[in-house]
């Protein structure tokens, strides 16, 4: 069985495991990311945090910088007005893969 862990990152919390691959908010390029876990679960042990567990850190890399995730378009109308406006919007994202729970 494999050891996983729930993280917190850009205001989401996320189940891990080792060499999983994931789209977190985005990252500084310049250092390599490391969380603290909030919950540990190894095998049929489970170790919950108050509010993280001490002596566990979740290590990740950076396998792309910026990831543009899909666009979300917001509409504004009214009718019979002749009022209506179209705005959208990509969120840029950091893909990590999971290195080591520790």
Known sequence: MTKKAVIQTGGHQ????EGEEL???????TQKPSFE???????EKVIVGNPVVTGV???A????????????????YKAKKRVHKTRGHRQKHTRIKISKIA
Do not use: H, M, N
């Open 14 to 17: 996320f189940l891990v495991y």
């Open 23 to 29: 789209e977190v908010e985005l990252l500084d390029p």
């Open 37 to 43: 876990a909030l919950l540990v679960i190894d095998g």
């Open 57 to 59: 850190k979740v290590t």
């Open 61 to 76: 890399e950076i396998t792309e910088q910026s990831v543009k995730a899909d666009k979300v378009t917001a509409i504004r």
